[in-house]
């Protein structure tokens, strides 16, 4: 099996030279295993094979580029116990991920004061200001995405 598994590659990797075209489908390839090699398996095993072996080979890496000063803001919820009692909380994330360092705190509600109030704090944390900051479409930051992507302030 192992010797199939092998030929099946080689195919698929010679395959990258040619024109999309004549590419092997999965019925071509078990085809020529059969007449090749004597493989009796059918068709429905090279073809989940093929498949995957495509997929494996579409990993596709976006490099992220952290600039130091560039920070992220995020609202969220949670759930959390104050004094024995389970309540939401909404909490402000703002971190810097050129150093990995972030400042998390918690309100009663996700208004414009708490997004405020999270800002100051944390830029207090920080130290300053960060040169950018990206925002996760918060409600607050967002009111409206317009038809041209444009981002109408809440």
């Known amino acids: 099996m192992s010797q199939i598994v092998g030929c099946t590659d080689q195919i698929l990797e010679d395959d990258k030279s040619q024109p999309k ?7 071509r390839i078990r085809d020529r295993l059969k007449e090749e090699h004597g493989f009796g398996g059918g068709y429905t095993i090279v073809k989940d094979y ?10 596709v890496f976006v490099p992220l580029l952290h600039r130091p000063g560039d920070a992220q ?10 004094g024995g009692v389970e309540q939401r909380a909404h909490f402000l994330r703002m971190d810097l991920p050129q150093s990995d360092d972030c400042f998390v705190v918690a309100f009663p ?7 405020l109030e999270g800002h100051n704090l944390a830029f207090a944390y920080f130290g300053g200001v960060p040169r950018t900051i990206l925002y996760d479409n918060t409600k607050i930051a967002v009111k409206e995405i317009l038809g041209d992507g444009e981002r109408k302030p809440g």
């Open 21 to 27: 075209k004549q590419r092997h489908t999965a019925k």
């Open 50 to 59: 093929v498949r995957e072996a495509r997929l494996r080979h579409k990993e």
């Open 73 to 82: 803001v995020d609202f969220g919820e949670a759930l959390v116990a104050i």
């Open 109 to 115: 509600a996700e208004n414009t004061e708490a997004f």
